[in-house]
């Protein structure tokens, strides 16, 4: 069955701190996609990345990074230099290859201190 | 380019009453599914459709029901409302569906609307 896990339920840090939210994640497919998601005050999701499995190649983009590692089923998200923009809930999600369905962690509530 | 609309923002219902809400995707994306946020149990999958075809459903009961039109715009219907489905409900839209999706596409992505705001007394 698939799933995902995000244990840090709430993340305070100082704004220029570097911040790292983690997702572990389950599934039994070899083809899956995994997708990080921000979801500000305002309510919309925003798109952030998708990876597919077979790609662990870590990704940066500006002061966003994120880590692959199948070994350990994580996809860990960086945000370095944070600022108080950055506030928000952060989902992570899970698709398997056969389906559409999006499974989404219980997102992590990111608060960036001034 | 408009983004995925939904309406309406906010909505006041009272138990056993139904509520339909709409979503308006992205011009040209045909595909539109539906998710449920409360902060017990996150962000759960409702359904998908796709050229007018449910494809895909989540674990619901079938008091929640949807539809997709010609013009790729969805609705969602929930009938004798509890207050457990006191929620934001959220849809997102796609131009793609898995079918077309290959192990390295990456420019496949949901866009999401700013969802209704359901409250039920």
């Known amino acids: 069955a698939q799933k995902v896990t995000q244990a840090q339920t709430e993340i305070s840090v100082v704004e220029k701190e570097d911040v790292t939210l983690d997702c572990v994640y389950e599934?039994?497919?070899?083809?899956?996609?995994l997708f990080w998601y921000k979801q500000p005050p305002s309510g919309e999701l925003v798109f952030l990345i998708r990876?597919?499995?077979?790609?662990?190649q870590n990704e940066i983009s500006g002061r966003y990074s994120w880590n692959f590692q199948k070994s350990t089923s994580s996809f860990n998200f960086t945000i370095t230099a944070s600022q108080v923009v950055d506030s928000a809930v952060y989902f992570c999600a899970l698709s398997e290859g056969r389906d559409d369905k999006i499974i989404f962690g219980k997102g992590t509530r990111l608060h960036i201190l001034p | 380019k408009a983004g995925v609309t939904q309406t309406p923002r906010y909505l006041i219902k009272t138990r056993g009453q139904q509520v339909t809400l709409s979503c308006s995707p992205i011009?040209?994306?045909?595909?539109v599914s539906w998710y449920q946020q409360t902060p017990g149990q996150g962000l759960q999958f409702l359904f998908e459709y796709f050229s007018e075809t449910q494809r895909n459903k989540g674990n619901f009961p079938g008091r929640f029901s949807g539809r997709q039109f010609s013009n790729s715009r969805s609705e969602m219907n929930v009938s004798t409302l509890e207050l457990g489905d006191s929620a934001l409900y959220l849809c997102?839209?796609?131009?793609?569906?898995?079918?077309?999706?290959?192990?390295?596409?990456?420019?496949?992505?949901?866009?999401f609307g700013s969802g209704t705001q359901l409250s039920v007394l």
């Open positions: 011009s040209g994306h045909r595909s």
């Open positions: 990876r597919n499995s077979f790609d662990e």
């Open positions: 599934t039994r497919d070899t083809t899956y996609y």
């Open positions: 997102a839209s796609s131009s793609l569906s898995y079918r077309d999706r290959g192990p390295y596409a990456t420019n496949e992505k949901l866009f």
